[in-house]
């Protein structure tokens, strides 16, 4: 075969291969165009893309610095801005928008968030207020800065980790350096996608108080405290994890008999969201309120006007229990740690936080001890350098290099007294001297800086080696610079659980159809017998014995021949059924009392033994155990020879609703009438106060307060110096300064010591209890005023010691009993000393009893060159 035939072939078929190339990759990319792709898989790919985006990058916070990425953006973005001046909102934002890719809108409300918290940022101009839930201004009129707080522990370019930002043009932090448990102190909350986060904020300075007791090795506990103050009960918080509550209450007081004052709101609730949970229940007759005022601008104020003859007290439960004054929070204490969600309490965020910060100003530390001998090294180096003239030696030197090895050479009798190598970087450094510095080098000042760098590197070695006392110093520092007005604004208190169907005001009227057998509120032309809620419930008897409870509603059918209808009161062990009953057609008549404390709903029970053809022959309702006389009636029979006979209740015990009763006779009955009305059988009522939620009880919690009947009443004292008299209904609310709480007794005499602010002296003062329902001021009107003791003691004694100019002078004994007589309360009293009074304590009494002294009515005039003494129950003294 020629070469040219050899050439032609190997041309056909390299053709060949490139068209066959060709088919196949057409025919390639025509199955890549139709390949089958299957939603499902697309939406389990893209879900957990976006849920995993939204997680991290949105919503909930990370453990390092306790910020989203939106609230890191900022602070970065303002930390660049900032030179000590107010930014416009408006340029704030658009800076951020360098790092976050998600608009204005979201940049705005973040930034409105952090300034409200008034923590990290520092505002000026109308911000919105989280009291009334008004809005800020628009950006471009508002301004902002960085507070000191959040420049001093938030920010450090040496420790900080920096990423790019989402566009790669800007770098952006990884996480804060925050030196300070920021996530407990602010709260936050995130919704994202299959994930929600709330962390409820926490007291700045209780903060810094657990921090410094974990570095001691001690225990601490941890709990809410909120900007809009309120009552809460953290006795389930469960350290904020999964499954915790936390219930928030309104601070309500009573201004007087007709108006209550709502001083302080619950968490996340705001003066008009709170106004208008209250009109809702108005408006479903649940409460009976005259009309509501708004006052609030710098501090909560919202009067609510009750009608007249309305309970205050039982309004203050109402509102608990039907409107948002009390509300339950759920924490969701979840966070992000190592690009992952956790869930953590916040005693183990606050450990956290604490160990970060140790290992952040250690490594702030290290830092500024390498600068140090970093500085101490060129320092030294460059009076080396100057003051042996080394300079001089490169004056010959034709190049660079010979530059170089020349200095190096000449450094080389020195190096040993240096702390690390010479490099040619510092050589460089030392060929960059000015000229002018040489000729004014003054070794004094140079050996006195590095002295001075000395006694620096020493000082911080020493903070190193101790690091764990260095960073509680730099808490107690970041206290006591920082934590002035951040006192706990939420009083925490154990709550009471308050009965919807106690405090609930009749807003329908209950009626009954007896012949028929049906209850119910619709039914208007009806027998009727009380007013109810729509919440109560009913308990209804019926002839055959049966009874049954159930919920009061329009039309209710219980069955026919009712006896009795009644709202029912559930755990009322006052309320005594009398009951006499036939059991079965022809058996016995049995009697029996009973209390009915709780059944289930709408399950039929028997106040007879459940016998067929029992009948209930007579029955009362009794709600104070009143047992009363009745005249039974037998029928006629041979041989009978008591036919008529009278029977009091009294003589009977009172047992469980399920007893059977006594036999009251086995003969037939021919009538049952009543003769006598009888008195309650179960004897004055037992009162019991528990302090921790400030409420009366008859279940034996708390203070034992006595026995109690008919007009008895209960004594309050105050800590500020009033007191107030109060009947011993359950409802009743008591100021958060209680003193005392005890059954009131008029014989009583208190002595008490008080300082009175207008005339500047102490006073003591001996008096009786008027009877007063409004609480009442006994140490004068002036709020300075301060109550130092309070004794019921018949005759205590006082040693007084003196301050100030007359620290010298020798203590007094002072007999009350003999130094003032009893006054009315509203006597000033008499002045305890002349002298500036450091301390008053109380002594053993003298005497322990004498006969009952008389009262003397006359009110004492002021008398401002009175000298005087006096004391107790102690309340703290002034110095």
Same mark, same amino acid.
């Given at each position: 075969m020629s070469n040219e035939n050899k050439e032609n072939t190997d041309q056909k078929n390299s053709e060949e291969l490139e068209l066959n190339s060709e088919v196949s990759d057409n025919e390639k990319q025509s199955k890549e165009m139709h390949k089958i792709v299957h939603l499902s898989g697309m939406y389990k790919d893209w879900f957990l893309d976006y849920a995993s985006y939204v997680i991290l990058e949105r919503a909930v916070p990370h453990l390092y610095d306790g910020l989203k990425p939106v609230h890191r953006r900022i602070l970065h973005a303002m930390k660049k801005l900032d030179d000590g001046r107010y930014n416009k909102v408006a340029n704030i934002i658009g800076f951020t928008m360098q790092f976050h890719p998600h608009g204005d809108a979201s940049i705005g409300d973040a930034l409105v968030q952090l300034g409200q918290k008034d923590l990290l940022i520092d505002a000026q101009g109308n911000w919105g207020n989280i009291l009334t839930g008004d809005g800020a201004a628009a950006a471009r009129y508002i301004e902002a800065r960085l507070s000191k707080f959040a420049l001093d522990v938030v920010f450090n370019p040496k420790t900080t980790e920096w990423k790019k930002s989402y566009d790669g043009r800007n770098e952006e932090p990884v996480s804060l350096p925050v030196k300070f448990p920021l996530l407990l102190a602010q709260g936050v909350e995130g919704i994202a996608v299959g994930l929600a986060s709330k962390i409820l904020p926490h007291n700045f300075n209780e903060l810094i108080d657990a921090a410094i007791a974990y570095l001691k090795g001690k225990s601490f506990e941890l709990f809410p405290d909120f900007l809009t103050g309120g009552i809460a009960d953290f006795s389930k918080y469960n350290e904020g994890i999964r499954g915790g509550s936390v219930k928030v209450r309104a601070k309500i007081e009573k201004e007087d008999k007709k108006t209550l004052k709502i001083t302080e709101l619950p968490?996340?609730?705001?003066?008009?969201?709170?106004?208008?949970?209250?009109?809702?229940?108005?408006?479903?007759?649940?409460?009976?309120?005259?009309?509501?005022?708004? !006052?609030?601008?710098?501090?909560?104020?919202?009067?609510?006007?009750?009608?007249?003859?309305?309970?205050?007290?039982?309004?203050?439960?109402?509102?608990?229990?039907?409107?948002?004054?009390?509300?339950?929070?759920?924490?969701?204490?979840?966070?992000?740690?190592? !690009?992952? %969600?956790?869930?953590?309490?916040?005693?183990?965020?606050?450990?956290y936080s604490a160990d970060n910060t140790v290992e952040l100003l250690k490594k702030e530390l290290q830092i500024r001890m390498n600068e140090l001998h970093e500085s101490w090294h060129l320092s030294s180096l460059e009076k080396i350098f100057i003051e042996n003239r080394i300079y001089h030696d490169i004056e010959e030197c034709e190049t660079w290099k010979s530059v170089i090895e020349t200095i190096d050479k000449g450094?080389?009798?020195?190096?040993?007294?240096?702390?690390? +190598?010479?490099?040619?970087?510092?050589?460089?450094?030392?060929?960059?001297?000015?000229?002018?510095?040489?000729?004014?080098?003054?070794?004094?000042?140079?050996?006195?800086?590095?002295?001075?760098?000395?006694?620096?590197?020493?000082?911080?070695?020493?903070?190193?080696?101790?690091?764990?006392?260095?960073?509680? !110093?730099?808490?107690?520092?970041?206290?006591?610079?920082?934590?002035?007005?951040?006192?706990?604004?939420?009083?925490?208190?154990?709550?009471?659980?308050?009965?919807?169907?106690?405090?609930? &005001?009749?807003?329908?009227?209950?009626?009954?159809?007896?012949? $028929? =057998?049906?209850? =119910?509120?619709?039914?208007?032309?009806?027998?009727?017998?009380?007013?109810?809620?729509?919440?109560?419930?009913?308990?209804?008897?019926?002839?055959? =014995?049966?009874?049954?409870?159930?919920?009061?509603?329009?039309?209710?059918?219980?069955?026919?021949?009712?006896?009795?209808?009644?709202?029912?009161?559930?755990?009322?062990?006052?309320?005594?059924?009398?009951?006499?009953?036939?059991?079965?057609?022809?058996?016995?008549?049995?009697?029996?009392?009973? *209390?009915?404390?709780?059944?289930?709903?709408?399950?039929?029970?028997?106040?007879?033994?459940?016998?067929?053809?029992?009948?209930?022959?007579?029955?009362?309702?009794?709600?104070?155990?009143?047992?009363?006389?009745?005249?039974?009636?037998?029928? %006629?029979? %041979?041989?009978?020879?008591?036919?008529?006979?009278?029977?009091?209740?009294?003589?009977? *015990?009172?047992? =469980?609703?399920?007893?059977?009763?006594?036999?009251?006779?086995?003969?037939?009955?021919?009538?049952?009438?009543?003769?006598?009305?009888?008195?309650?059988?179960?004897?004055?009522?037992?009162?019991?106060?528990?302090?921790?939620?400030?409420?009366?009880?008859?279940?034996?919690?708390?203070?034992?307060?006595?026995?109690?009947?008919?007009?008895?009443?209960?004594?309050?004292?105050?800590?500020?110096?009033?007191?107030?008299?109060?009947?011993?209904?359950? &409802?009743?609310?008591?100021?958060?300064?209680?003193?005392?709480?005890?059954?009131?007794? +008029?014989?009583?005499?208190?002595? +008490?010591?008080?300082?009175?602010?207008?005339?500047?002296?102490?006073?003591?003062?001996?008096?009786?209890?008027?009877?007063?329902?409004?609480?009442?001021?006994?140490?004068? $009107?002036?709020?300075?005023?301060?109550?130092?003791?309070?004794?019921?003691?018949?005759?205590?004694?006082?040693?007084?010691?003196?301050?100030?100019?007359?620290?010298?002078?020798? !203590?007094?004994i002072i007999e009350v009993a003999e130094f003032i007589g009893i006054k009315s309360y509203k006597a000033r009293g008499k002045r305890l000393s002349n002298y500036e009074v450091k301390v008053i304590n109380e002594l053993e009494p003298l005497i322990i009893k004498e006969d009952e002294p008389v009262v003397d009515e006359t009110i004492d005039e002021i008398n401002d060159e009175d000298t005087s003494q006096m004391s107790l129950f102690e309340n703290g003294n002034k110095e």
């Amino acid at each position: 075969m020629s070469n040219e035939n050899k050439e032609n072939t190997d041309q056909k078929n390299s053709e060949e291969l490139e068209l066959n190339s060709e088919v196949s990759d057409n025919e390639k990319q025509s199955k890549e165009m139709h390949k089958i792709v299957h939603l499902s898989g697309m939406y389990k790919d893209w879900f957990l893309d976006y849920a995993s985006y939204v997680i991290l990058e949105r919503a909930v916070p990370h453990l390092y610095d306790g910020l989203k990425p939106v609230h890191r953006r900022i602070l970065h973005a303002m930390k660049k801005l900032d030179d000590g001046r107010y930014n416009k909102v408006a340029n704030i934002i658009g800076f951020t928008m360098q790092f976050h890719p998600h608009g204005d809108a979201s940049i705005g409300d973040a930034l409105v968030q952090l300034g409200q918290k008034d923590l990290l940022i520092d505002a000026q101009g109308n911000w919105g207020n989280i009291l009334t839930g008004d809005g800020a201004a628009a950006a471009r009129y508002i301004e902002a800065r960085l507070s000191k707080f959040a420049l001093d522990v938030v920010f450090n370019p040496k420790t900080t980790e920096w990423k790019k930002s989402y566009d790669g043009r800007n770098e952006e932090p990884v996480s804060l350096p925050v030196k300070f448990p920021l996530l407990l102190a602010q709260g936050v909350e995130g919704i994202a996608v299959g994930l929600a986060s709330k962390i409820l904020p926490h007291n700045f300075n209780e903060l810094i108080d657990a921090a410094i007791a974990y570095l001691k090795g001690k225990s601490f506990e941890l709990f809410p405290d909120f900007l809009t103050g309120g009552i809460a009960d953290f006795s389930k918080y469960n350290e904020g994890i999964r499954g915790g509550s936390v219930k928030v209450r309104a601070k309500i007081e009573k201004e007087d008999k007709k108006t209550l004052k709502i001083t302080e709101l619950p968490y996340g609730r705001t003066t008009q969201s709170l106004i208008d949970s209250i009109i809702k229940v108005i408006d479903k007759g649940k409460i009976k309120i005259r009309k509501i005022d708004d !006052n609030t601008a710098e501090f909560v104020e919202i009067l609510i006007h009750l009608h007249a003859g309305t309970s205050p007290d039982q309004t203050i439960d109402a509102l608990y229990a039907f409107t948002d004054c009390e509300i339950s929070i759920s924490p969701n204490s979840c966070v992000i740690e190592n !690009n992952k %969600p956790v869930f953590l309490g916040v005693t183990e965020m606050l450990k956290y936080s604490a160990d970060n910060t140790v290992e952040l100003l250690k490594k702030e530390l290290q830092i500024r001890m390498n600068e140090l001998h970093e500085s101490w090294h060129l320092s030294s180096l460059e009076k080396i350098f100057i003051e042996n003239r080394i300079y001089h030696d490169i004056e010959e030197c034709e190049t660079w290099k010979s530059v170089i090895e020349t200095i190096d050479k000449g450094l080389d009798p020195f190096k040993k007294m240096l702390s690390r +190598a010479v490099t040619e970087e510092d050589i460089v450094k030392l060929t960059e001297i000015k000229i002018k510095r040489i000729t004014r080098f003054d070794v004094k000042k140079a050996d006195e800086y590095i002295k001075g760098v000395e006694a620096e590197i020493k000082v911080v070695q020493n903070h190193l080696d101790n690091i764990i006392d260095y960073t509680i !110093n730099y808490y107690k520092q970041i206290r006591k610079k920082h934590g002035d007005g951040r006192d706990r604004k939420t009083e925490i208190r154990n709550l009471d659980s308050i009965a919807a169907t106690q405090v609930v &005001v009749a807003n329908e009227k209950l009626y009954v159809n007896r012949a $028929e =057998g049906f209850i =119910g509120t619709g039914l208007k032309k009806d027998e009727y017998i009380s007013e109810c809620s729509d919440i109560d419930e009913i308990i209804v008897f019926l002839r055959d =014995g049966k009874y049954v409870i159930t919920k009061a509603d329009d039309k209710v059918f219980v069955g026919p021949d009712i006896i009795h209808v009644a709202v029912f009161k559930r755990n009322d062990d006052r309320t005594i059924y009398n009951v006499i009953y036939r059991d079965g057609v022809n058996g016995a008549i049995m009697i029996k009392r009973c *209390a009915i404390k709780g059944i289930t709903r709408d399950k039929d029970y028997y106040i007879t033994k459940g016998t067929k053809g029992s009948t209930v022959l007579y029955m009362t309702a009794n709600p104070n155990g009143e047992a009363e006389i009745v005249k039974v009636s037998l029928r %006629p029979r %041979p041989r009978l020879k008591k036919p008529i006979f009278e029977f009091d209740f009294s003589e009977l *015990a009172i047992k =469980g609703r399920q007893s059977m009763g006594n036999i009251l006779t086995k003969y037939a009955l021919h009538k049952i009438v009543l003769k006598d009305e009888g008195v309650s059988t179960l004897g004055d009522r037992k009162i019991w106060f528990e302090e921790e939620v400030l409420r009366l009880n008859a279940d034996g919690r708390g203070n034992y307060l006595g026995e109690f009947h008919g007009d008895d009443k209960i004594l309050v004292i105050t800590k500020s110096g009033k007191y107030r008299l109060t009947n011993y209904d359950l &409802v009743n609310h008591f100021e958060d300064d209680i003193f005392i709480v005890e059954k009131f007794r +008029a014989e009583k005499i208190f002595s +008490a010591v008080y300082y009175d602010a207008d005339l500047e002296y102490h006073y003591v003062k001996r008096f009786t209890i008027d009877l007063i329902d409004k609480l009442t001021s006994f140490i004068g $009107e002036n709020k300075e005023s301060q109550l130092i003791k309070l004794t019921e003691l018949e005759y205590p004694r006082l040693e007084v010691s003196f301050g100030g100019s007359h620290k010298t002078r020798e !203590n007094e004994i002072i007999e009350v009993a003999e130094f003032i007589g009893i006054k009315s309360y509203k006597a000033r009293g008499k002045r305890l000393s002349n002298y500036e009074v450091k301390v008053i304590n109380e002594l053993e009494p003298l005497i322990i009893k004498e006969d009952e002294p008389v009262v003397d009515e006359t009110i004492d005039e002021i008398n401002d060159e009175d000298t005087s003494q006096m004391s107790l129950f102690e309340n703290g003294n002034k110095e």
